[in-house]
């Protein structure tokens, strides 16, 4: 069956949701299987109607739950076929189970995570809870700080996840409303472009492949399961970093757009840092040239690839620091923050000396203004004057009330 | 699948190959016995070691009607060219249904303790049950 291509400007004016469908329509997914839900109904509703306009070839599964949803995608990735949802906070809640099946039976999905608060009390707006809910479920996750590249990363996953040698599924992350409903001008590669960046789809032990019959979805017990799980692991952190780095340098030869494991913004000489992920590196970034006028040697570093961990990228960019502040867009329910708590683990073992903190920030849509940014990196430098921590390592940043400091 | 294959020599996926090599034709074409299964299917692995108690065959009073070979939810019951060989107790998991079928007078199945010996048990076996008047 024919489809016609899209003729599309040099820069076109979407938003992160619209853009992550462009990508999909681009990538000529074979099987979309999703159930709506806010803020990322827009990236379903978007392909369904490049379906209905004929601009796509594949299929779209409307289901009954999110957990049906991740199930459809499943099977379809099992079948053979190239695979893309999108989900939101209950959503991937509700998923929570099957991500797990998708991760450990080795299928490549695309899965759009427009980041929202998890209720209660019920939310709609941006935080991190939903990505650092499903951290640990064996999924490689990007993040996207705008709508560009929440279009990129996409195109970026199917070939990272696909490749034969990573067989794994990938979550492209991109701040609800904040990245999803904001429009922005964007430059898109050409439909063609886009396709060869991204590849046939090559097919992998699949289900449709009748000579070659197989079992998916095996049950393994004591005998088993570990060594399964151990070359999950092995695979995650030994070959997809590397496969991860090959599919950014193409893509920068072929959109100039130049990614890394971890973004790093004026870090050259600086002294006291902001690590954070989402929307609130772009405020970060502006701040910190701000502070650099004030004579404070400010720098930003945007976690780009959140799984697999960048442990050696972030020691190596943060050991030399005077004062770092980790910024947690999640409640962190009774422990400190998950980045905080990857970012200490990535420091423990060097010579550092670096002062770090922890601030749990924006939960629930919660704005991130270039204030409280301001007063941060004002409390970094006097970390740094002094040689040691002024306050406590846990804060939390915006809340009304009483200070909140623990740790 | 050896149990001594560590994490790197398996192929990735929780997945499973019912054959070794290509498949030409529907194995369903192909006689069981030779069909190429490979180590990972459980055709050749044991899948039986739950099983508490088990059926014994008795030959001497089976008419070879097949009941238990349909019944069988496990296709454990082995029949060539309709006759009843045997059972494979590796894949028997020891529900009880072929002698539940078993329409012989006395049957021709009947489950015992899975350490039963199979010849004492067969020597033993209960006679045929009068109906009363």
């Known amino acids: ?407 | 699948m050896s149990k001594q294959q560590g994490w790197d020599e398996f192929e990735i996926g929780a997945m499973l190959r019912s054959f070794d090599g290509k498949i030409d034709e529907c194995p369903a074409f192909t006689p069981q016995r030779d069909r190429n299964y490979s180590q990972n299917s459980s055709h050749v692995a044991s899948v039986a070691d739950w099983r508490l108690i088990k059926p014994v065959y008795n030959k001497d009073y089976c008419i070879d009607c097949q009941f238990c070979w349909v019944y069988c939810p496990d296709v454990s019951i082995i029949s060539r060219d309709k006759k009843m060989i045997g059972i494979d107790m590796d894949h028997c998991k020891g529900c009880g249904v072929c002698v539940e079928v078993c329409p012989t007078n006395p049957k021709s199945l009947l489950m015992f303790p899975e350490q039963a010996d199979e010849e004492t048990e067969i020597a033993s076996w209960p006679t045929k049950d009068e109906k009363e008047e």
């Open chain 1, 1 to 407: 069956m024919a489809f016609d291509k899209l003729e599309l400007n040099e820069i076109e004016v979407w938003d992160g949701n619209h853009a992550a469908a462009q990508a999909l329509r681009q990538a000529q997914v074979d099987v979309v299987s999703a159930y709506p839900i806010t803020p990322s109904t827009a990236v379903v509703e978007g392909y369904a109607k490049f379906k209905a306009d004929n601009l796509v070839e594949g299929e779209v599964v409307m289901v009954e739950s999110e957990h049906a949803a991740m199930s459809g995608c499943i099977g379809a990735a099992a079948a053979g076929g190239r695979v893309a949802t999108a989900t939101a906070s209950q959503g991937l809640a509700l998923m929570a189970e099957t991500l797990y099946q998708a991760s450990g039976m080795r299928l490549p999905i695309v899965l759009n995570l427009v980041n929202r608060a998890l209720a209660a009390p019920l939310n709609v707006n941006c935080d991190h809870s939903d990505m650092y809910m499903v951290r640990d479920s064996g999924w490689i996750q990007f993040d996207a700080f705008n709508a560009q590249e929440a279009y990129d990363l996409n195109l970026i996953a199917f070939k990272v996840g696909e490749d034969h040698d990573v067989r794994l599924p990938v979550v492209v992350n991109q701040d609800g409303f904040l990245t999803s409903h904001t429009a922005q001008g964007l430059h898109p590669l050409s439909d063609d472009d886009a396709y060869n960046f991204v590849g046939e789809y090559k097919p992998m032990n699949d289900m449709l492949d009748f000579e070659h019959p197989v079992s998916h979805g095996i049950q393994t017990e004591e005998d088993w399961h570990f060594e399964h799980k151990a070359r999950q692991h092995a695979d995650t952190m030994n070959i997809v970093p590397a496969k991860i780095d090959e599919a950014f340098a193409e893509f920068e030869r072929i959109s100039g757009r130049k990614y890394n494991h971890i973004e790093k913004y004026d870090m050259d000489d600086a002294e006291v840092c902001v690590v954070c992920m989402g929307t609130s590196v772009e405020t970060a970034r502006e701040v910190a040239k701000e502070m650099r006028e004030k004579g404070i040697k400010a720098g930003v570093i945007g976690i780009r690839v959140f799984r697999p961990f960048p442990f050696a990228d972030i020691s190596e960019a943060l050991k030399d620091l005077k004062a770092v502040a980790v910024l947690d867009r999640s409640a962190p329910g009774g422990a400190a923050g998950a980045l905080f708590n990857e970012i200490a683990g990535s420091l423990i073992n060097t010579d550092t000396k670096v002062l770090l903190s922890g601030y749990i920030y924006g939960l629930g849509g919660r704005d991130l203004t270039k204030k409280h940014l301001v007063d941060l990196y004002t409390e970094l430098q006097a970390n740094a004057d002094a040689g040691k921590l002024l306050t406590q390592q846990q804060q939390f940043i915006g809340v009304r009330g009483p200070k909140l400091a623990f740790l």
